[in-house]
């Protein structure tokens, strides 16, 4: 089965996600590049993050697969760059973990999913900055 089709029967439709384009290599669907979501769908997986696979009180992914999503899998001290208001600490099975809480995902040109559990935060971003580094410095006295 494509991984789209896989993505689309148990995720994104229980998440109420019907737009979406999700580029393929050939037969096969990468994964890890070329899926278009409109915001809403985009901040959608970002609350599956923040309330560990809960969407609209039902599990679309299993909890203990949440906790090791989000779990330290690789530090990344050739990626961290202290100047930055979420540095790449390390990097989970999807997301990136940062300082005080914080874990993230960023697309190729200015998309994010931050998230703070602890916190209770959740900013989603869709913009087309192309300095990654422009489009969270929005934040820094905020967060």
Known sequence: MNLKDFINENIFKKLNILEF??????IYCPGATGLYLKHSGFHKIGKLLLNDGIFNGVEVIPKWWMNEVTKLQLE??????KDRLFPKIGIEYYVFISRDGFIFRD????QYIIV?????ILITIMSTEENMKNVTEIFRNII
């Open 21 to 26: 384009k999700w580029d393929n290599y050939g």
């Open 76 to 81: 990344t001290p050739s990626a961290y760059k």
């Open 107 to 110: 697309g190729a040109i200015g």
């Open 116 to 120: 703070n559990k602890d916190k209770d």
